[in-house]
């Protein structure tokens, strides 16, 4: 139990287009998933908190109108990098978190695999 | 703000014990979480530990918790090669946010 899936694995685009990367909760209900960025040999980040059906709350510095995302399901959340430039590159990763009975402890999340985006 | 400092790196021998540290710095830390990552790779979580306890252990995981210092560590008995990733601690305070550390990459050497 308790399994997130991340699509794409890895995706490379063209500057200036968007990319969507979507978020999974396969056997579980997420009311709350995040968004996490990772730079090589890097920590997570937090990029922002999605809560399904209403809005993303994001982290100081993190700009919302390029990174838009979307909670419109218990079990999907999605990111879109929009007009992407070379220094979006990086590994994004989301987790979920579930209230209900899956985590021995509320706070628990569980992660996806994590999607590496270059932007040539 | 909140703060998680961890060493960046860590090489021991197969079988040895490995002991990676952590430190923080938001004294409302409700859970103090172990995850491990492989190369290109999410996060598994390993282990965690409430506020109030001062140890746990999991099989060959044992977690430290010196509330007063604000440290926290991880010791992995008889550790293999297939312990070697990217270990990092994260902290809950106030929030629900997760706030991680830099990470510490162990290498087990054969």
């Known amino acids: 139990g308790a399994v997130v899936s991340q699509h794409p694995s890895w995706v490379i685009c063209k500057s200036g287009t968007s990319v969507k990367i979507e978020c999974r909760s396969l056997d579980f209900q997420a009311t709350t998933m995040f968004w996490y960025r990772q730079f090589p040999k890097q920590s997570l980040m937090l990029m922002a908190t999605?809560?399904?059906?209403?809005?993303?709350?994001?982290e100081q510095g993190v700009e919302k109108d390029k990174f838009l995302i979307n909670h419109a399901s218990l079990t999907l959340s999605t990111l879109t990098v929009t007009s992407a430039h070379p220094e979006d590159s990086s590994f994004y990763i989301c987790?979920?978190?579930?209230?209900?009975?899956?985590?021995?402890?509320?706070?628990?999340?569980?992660f996806g695999p994590g999607t590496r985006l270059t932007v040539l | 703000g909140e703060d998680v400092e961890q060493s960046l790196f860590l090489s021991v021998r197969e079988g040895d014990s490995s002991v990676i540290n952590c430190t923080y710095t938001?004294?409302?830390?409700?859970?103090l979480y172990w995850y491990k990552q492989e190369p290109g790779a999410g996060l598994q979580l390993l282990t965690y530990i409430f506020s109030n306890m001062d140890m746990k252990q999991d099989q060959r995981l044992t977690v430290l918790l010196n509330k007063k210092d604000k440290h926290l560590s991880l010791r992995i008995a008889d550790t293999q090669t297939g312990d070697s990733a990217i270990y990092f601690c994260?902290?809950?305070?106030?929030?629900?946010?997760?706030?991680f550390g830099s990470g510490t990459r162990l290498l087990v050497r054969p």
């Open positions: 994260a902290e809950t305070g106030s929030s629900y946010k997760l706030i």
């Open positions: 987790s979920a978190r579930d209230l209900i009975g899956l985590a021995e402890n509320y706070n628990e999340q569980f």
């Open positions: 999605s809560n399904e059906g209403s809005k993303a709350t994001y």
């Open positions: 938001d004294s409302s830390s409700t859970y």
